[in-house]
């Protein structure tokens, strides 16, 4: 019984709850909560914040698993988003090989990660390269789409019902497979295809489609778009004109996707998602220079009224600036809409908008490209043997999740009870404040001593500040300095305690007191992670 006992108590600690007779105990289902107009994703009944790397699209393979683990290990992540390829998964119709889900959740286990799995099935990129090859072979069952001059695109159809059926046959296979796979809840949320819509055609021009295109707008589309056309019986390019074609599309490609997602769910109620190739946020391009057919921002209400079982759609954003990096953020955190950042890329200073997401209560995010593959996307970095320019690459991400990984749980209930607020630097400006009722965060970049904030040389700066209490906060970052003032202005701030500390388990533990030099001009954050806890007083 002793041992038995203390065999219990090892598992425990590797993060199975496993009953004495050897059954894997069931947790509770990780699921998205909103309250009070915030959302918050609960995993084992708490909120939890998705610290996420997405690996190449090419290294979901059981034998490329060993470049993958040591990244996210390096990284500091708490979830891995990984593909599920329909291609491997389905290899014959109707016979499902469960051995690289497997694969993925027993590796996983090991190193203490959860899972997104990303479900590659009929649109990837907009095309269909993942589909098995019993469907390619047979393209007159299983369509691609028809371009306004009868030709054939490299996009699937979403009006092909053999398709459609067997997208939602190997999807709810897939997720009826996690639900006994999976008691742990290893995997904790499930993306429904990928950059799902058509790039090349702005909709499908094949009979079946046409005849809807003409027909009328279904009144929920109408009413989701809030629009109100002359005739209400108005077809699609009387309603909505230049967008016409897009709007189309866009309720095309959600039907399909939502009834595959409407499958998986029923199978297995996992949290799920789509993801967006999106348009540029600030000057949008006419339709046909983006991705059409996926959840762009112009089209995400009809997304939300066609595809009923997606808990959320998710922008991948691959911007390297701050005005269109910031404006993504906010037009997809809306109050139908928890923000999520599936995928994300460019320079390095791009690691910072980790905090602007943290700023408005991200769920989760996630670089990209983040394993040890060669890759024609990073070549230098990702397939190099040294340690440390192949590592170079995943810094800027790991300085972020080293900071936050051991206080994430922390961080996503403080979000999830409005306490956080958090930002990151833009160009040209060298300060921001933050308002917490008779205080103010005065955020600066660039500051030395006593000198005037200049701004970083890049803008590399990001803080967050979250208030614990009336007069105390918890503040971290890089690159910058925080200070408080009373929003009285006869008042003048002094730090009754600044704690310099670590988190252990969930749980703040004192290092050390900061004042003199360390508090005189401001409380400076370097390169380093660095958490305090921050009491003011006003004289
Ligand atoms: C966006 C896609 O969703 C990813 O799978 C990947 O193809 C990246 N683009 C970059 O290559």
């Known amino acids: 019984m002793k041992i038995a006992r203390a065999v219990l108590a090892a598992l425990t600690v590797l993060g199975v709850t496993v009953a004495l007779h050897g059954q894997v105990k069931e947790r509770p289902l990780p699921r998205l909560v909103k309250k009070d107009g915030r959302y918050a994703l609960f995993v084992d009944d708490a909120p939890f914040l998705m610290l996420g790397a997405q690996v190449h699209n090419s290294s979901a393979w059981p034998a490329v698993l060993p470049k993958v683990w040591p990244a996210m290990e390096y990284l500091h992540v708490n979830t891995v988003e990984i593909p599920v390829y329909w291609e491997q998964f389905e290899p014959r119709q109707g016979q499902f090989d469960y051995t690289a889900i497997d694969a993925l959740l027993a590796g996983a286990r090991q190193h203490r990660l959860r899972l997104v799995l990303l479900w590659f099935g009929t649109w990837k990129n907009g095309s269909q390269h ?28 979403p009006y092909a019902t053999a398709s459609l059926e067997a997208d939602k046959a190997a999807f709810s296979a897939f997720m009826r497979h996690l639900k006994t796979a999976d008691p742990q809840r290893t995997a904790i949320m499930v993306q429904v295809e990928n950059e799902p819509g058509t790039w090349g055609s702005l909709r499908d021009y094949s009979s079946a489609a046409q005849k809807l295109f003409e027909a009328p707008v279904p009144p929920e589309v109408l009413t989701a778009m809030r629009v109100t056309p002359a005739p209400p019986s108005a077809n699609w390019q009387e309603a909505f004109g230049p967008e016409a074609e897009v709007c189309f599309h866009a309720w ?33 391009g006419a339709p046909g220079s983006y991705e059409s057919g996926g959840p762009t921002d112009n089209v995400i209400p009809i997304w939300k009224v066609a595809a009923p079982a997606l808990d959320l759609v998710a922008p991948d954003i691959y911007m390297s600036d701050s005005v ?24 390095p200073g791009v690691a910072r908008f980790f905090f602007s997401a943290l700023g408005l209560q991200a769920i989760g995010y996630s670089p990209f490209g983040m394993d040890y593959t060669s890759n024609r996307l990073a070549p230098a970095a990702a397939g190099s043997a040294d340690a440390n320019s192949r590592e170079q690459f995943l810094a800027p991400w790991a300085l972020n999740y080293r900071l936050i990984g051991p206080m994430a749980g922390e961080i996503a209930r403080l979000n999830f009870e409005g306490k956080l607020q958090a930002v990151a630097e833009e160009k040209g400006k060298a300060t921001q404040s933050l308002s917490f009722g008779p205080w103010n965060a005065l955020i600066s970049y660039g500051a030395v001593r006593n000198s005037h904030a200049a701004g970083n040389a890049e803008p590399i700066g990001r803080v967050f500040v979250a208030q614990l209490a009336d007069n105390q906060f918890l503040v971290a970052g890089f690159y910058s300095r925080v200070d408080f003032r009373p929003t009285d202005t ?33 409380l400076n954050f370097g390169a380093e992670p660095l958490v305090l ?3 003011v007083a006003t004289y």
């Not at 409407?262 to 949290?271: D, E, Q, R």
């Not at 269109?324 to 320079?347: S, W």
């Not at 002094?494 to 005189?520: A, K, P, S």
């Open 130 to 157: 993942f589909m098995p090859e019993w469907m390619k072979l047979a393209p007159d069952r299983y369509p691609h789409m028809v371009d306004k001059n009868g030709h054939a695109v490299d996009s699937p159809s």
């Open 252 to 284: 095309s490609v959600a039907r399909y996707v939502g009834q595959v997602a409407g499958a998986g769910k029923a199978a297995y109620p996992l949290p799920l998602y789509a993801n967006a190739a999106l348009r540029d946020p600030i000057k949008p």
């Open 324 to 347: 269109p990096y910031l404006k993504v953020l906010e037009l997809y955190h809306r109050d139908d809409n928890p923000l999520f950042v599936p995928e994300t890329g460019g320079g």
């Open 490 to 522: 006869e008042k003048h701030r002094q730090f009754l305690r600044v704690e310099e500390g670590v988190y252990e388990n969930g749980v703040f533990r004192f290092v050390r007191i900061w004042n003199g030099d360390e508090t005189d001009w401001g």
């Open 533 to 535: 806890r921050v009491s």
